[in-house]
């Protein structure tokens, strides 16, 4: 992964979510480092259920969702979380008559 330059006179990080999946509102935020990937989005996340169709972004590199627990950002990095919508797998096809 790509070292990020620091900000540690804030200890904040960006973080900028699109929180649903259907809707491209992006809302920007400032958390304190020091917290996992998985709490942050279980902070910013308004729908618990959507946060796993997150794809998640530090300083522009993907983050898997194994790794979240593990992954700390740090003071001036950004972080982009975005709700990705995926098919349900109930055989329905949108296009049919």
Same mark, same amino acid.
């Not at 942050?40 to 522009?60: K, M, S, T, W």
């Not at 790794?67 to 055989?91: C, D, F, H, N, Y």
């Given at each position: ?9 804030? !200890? ?12 491209? /509102?992006?809302?920007?935020? *400032? ?5 996992? #990937?998985? /709490? ?9 259920? =959507?946060?796993?169709? /997150?794809?998640?972004? =530090? !300083?522009?590199?993907? #983050?898997?969702?194994? *790794?979240? /627990? ?5 003071? %001036? $990095? $950004? ?7 995926? %098919? %349900?797998? %109930?055989? *329905? ?5």
């Amino acid at each position: 992964m790509m070292t990020a330059l620091k900000n540690t006179a804030t !200890n904040m990080i960006d973080v900028l979510i699109i929180p649903h999946p259907f809707a491209a /509102a992006r809302v920007h935020h *400032k958390v304190a480092a020091g917290r996992s #990937v998985a /709490a942050i989005i279980e902070q910013l996340q308004p729908e618990p259920d =959507l946060a796993r169709y /997150a794809h998640v972004y =530090l !300083n522009g590199d993907y #983050v898997p969702q194994e *790794k979240w /627990a593990q992954v700390t950002p740090e003071a %001036g $990095t $950004t972080l982009s979380i975005r709700m990705v919508p995926m %098919g %349900g797998g %109930g055989g *329905k096809n949108p296009l049919r008559t």
